[in-house]
Each structure stands twice: as C-alpha cells, then as structure tokens.
C-alpha cells in the first residue's frame, strides 16, 4: 500500500519543487473548475513563466537553478489559498488557479504581488541569483464552458503578449 502511494505520488508531483506536475494540475484543475462553476464563483488561472531563469541556470549551474524553482515553488505556496491550486508545468513554468477571489483586479494584485516577490533576489552558496516573471492571466467565469486545455491556451496567449511587451508584467486574456 504504502508503495502504491508512493508510485501516486511521483505520478502526479514534481519531485523537484514537490508541487502538482502538468498532469495532475490538469486533472484536479477539472474537478476544481467543476466545483468552482457549481457554486456561481469566478476562477481565475495565471500561467507564469520566469524571466532570466536561463542566466541563472548558466551562470551559476543547474543547482543554483534548482535552487530558484524551489524558491518561486514556496513563493506560489504562500500567495494561494487552501482550496486553490499551484503547478510546475514544465522547466521554468508554473501555473496555479486560484477559485476564491473577489474580482479581476484582485487577481491581477495577486499576479503583481507574485512578480514582486519572485523578483527577490536570492543568495545561493555566496552568489546572488535573481529571476523575474511574467503572468497570463484568463478568467473562468461562472457556467463557462470551456476545457480546461482551451483555458491553458487562453493563458498562454496572455503570457506570449506579456512576453512580447517586456517582461515582468500582467496581461489578462480577452
């Protein structure tokens, strides 16, 4: 039993960060949305993507690297609430949903907030290392019944537009 929980666990966690992995994000992003939708509450998901991780990882190492996601990994721990959800998705990305919110400009002070902290820099065996991010955000209103992959999509296209604008902002998906 206990090894069949361990193998579950390693299934759907980023060993790294010990966050929810991409597939696990997806599949308890359904459940949670579902539940969010029922209970008439706007969702909100926020695709964030670190700035300067590549310099971090280059210049310092890959353990330095490391170092950072598990930094950025508390940092999204802190800034959601019990209910909501927070996921690495792939190298140096991550996304949450956050499902207790009072509207959109709370979401985006949250997104703003993230930013600021991620952008601490941090001592790392003497060297300072230091990243900044960038989010996409989409809503997920109440009845919406879009897929959670049409949502990803969505969020990413409000990322690629942060992106192209300069780094280190918010841009909300319309």
Known sequence: KASKEQAEKLAFSDTLTGLMNRRAM?????????????????AYLMHIDLDRFKRVNDTLGHAAGDAVLRKVAADLRAAIGP????????????????TDMPDLD??????????????????????????GAS?????????CEKSVE?????????LYDV??????RVKVFS
């Open 135 to 143: 989010i996409g955000i989409v809503s997920i209103p109440p009845g």
């Open 106 to 131: 709370a979401a985006q002070n949250v997104a703003r907030d993230l930013i600021e902290r991620i952008s601490l820099p941090i001592e790392i065996n003497g060297q300072m290392a230091q990243v």
């Open 150 to 158: 049409t949502l990803l999509i969505e969020a990413d296209l409000a």
């Open 163 to 168: 992106k192209q604008a300069g780094r280190g």
């Open 83 to 98: 209910k909501d959800i927070a996921a690495r998705i792939g190298g140096d990305e991550f996304m949450i949903i956050i």
């Open 26 to 42: 997806g599949d308890f992003a359904r459940g949670l949305l579902d539940t969010s939708r029922r209970r008439g509450r706007v």
